[in-house]
T-cell receptor, first 115, second 115 residues
Framework: DARVTQTPRHKVTEMGQEVTMRCQPI?????VFWYRQTMMQGLELLAY????????DSGMPKDRFSAEMPDATLATLKIQPSEPRDSAVYFC?????????????FGPGTRLTVT | AQKITQTQPGMFVQEKEAVTLDCTYD???????LFWYKQPSSGEMIFLIY??????QNATEGRYSLNFQKARKSANLVISASQLGDSAMYFC????????????FGTGTRLTIIP
């Protein structure tokens, strides 16, 4: 049963610290998405990649967030420096995009708390 | 721009009854996909069902069916014979089939199944 994996599942950190979240997409999926879920904003897209190339990162605060795909099996989302307002659940999703129809399969999420 | 509206913040349904979760959408894209996701208390996002805007028939997946009314821009989720394990948040989402592939989510409906 292929799944998207995310690490860590939970992260508590102090304001100003660097946070790195990792995602392993489903093998064979060429599109990776990063979403953030908060009570106030709901689910919103931060960035997404196709074949490791960034296609849209307009949802990310550029001054502190960065997203990369070092290889096809790893996507990272980094926050430096972190702030309390970054507290949220961060989801990675993958799909075999590029065609007309595909589903996005979500990982279990990383729950980030910045104190 | 796309918008998803879920007008039912919460619903209580007796076990074994059918339940309909409402979803209306707005988009200027001629071709798009509609999705439903389930988020149980554990937090993961589980893909349930997909409906393409040009599909002639309503999508079905086991106990889930999507009542798609294109002219009304509605995509209601119907769960037949509800079970206690169906208690969760349910999110309606949409994505254009061309251009930016991000999912736009509604605010969700919290479904509680009563024994």
């Amino acid at each position: 049963d292929a799944r998207v994996t995310q690490t860590p599942r939970h992260k508590v950190t102090e304001m100003g610290q660097e946070v790195t979240m990792r995602c392993q997409p489903i093998l064979g999926h060429n599109t990776v998405f990063w979403y953030r879920q908060t009570m106030m904003q709901g689910l919103e897209l931060l960035a997404y990649f196709r074949n490791r190339a960034p296609l849209d990162d307009s949802g990310m605060p550029k001054d502190r967030f960065s997203a990369e795909m070092p290889d096809a099996t790893l996507a990272t989302l980094k926050i430096q420096p972190s702030e309390p307002r970054d507290s949220a659940v961060y989801f990675c999703a993958s799909g075999s995009g590029g065609g007309l129809v595909y589903e996005q399969y979500f990982g279990p999420g990383t729950r980030l708390t910045v104190t | 721009a796309q918008k998803i509206t879920q007008t039912q913040p919460g619903m209580f349904v007796q076990e074994k009854e059918a339940v309909t979760l409402d979803c209306t959408y707005d988009t200027s894209d001629p071709s798009y996909g509609l999705f439903w996701y389930k988020q149980p208390s554990s937090g993961e996002m589980i893909f349930l069902i997909y409906q393409g805007s040009y599909d002639q028939q309503n999508a079905t997946e086991g106990r889930y069916s999507l009542n798609f009314q294109k002219a009304r821009k509605s995509a209601n989720l119907v769960i037949s014979a509800s079970q206690l394990g169906d208690s969760a948040m349910y999110f309606c989402a949409m994505r254009p089939n061309f251009g930016n592939e991000k999912l736009t989510f509604g605010t969700g409906t919290r479904l509680t199944i009563i024994p």
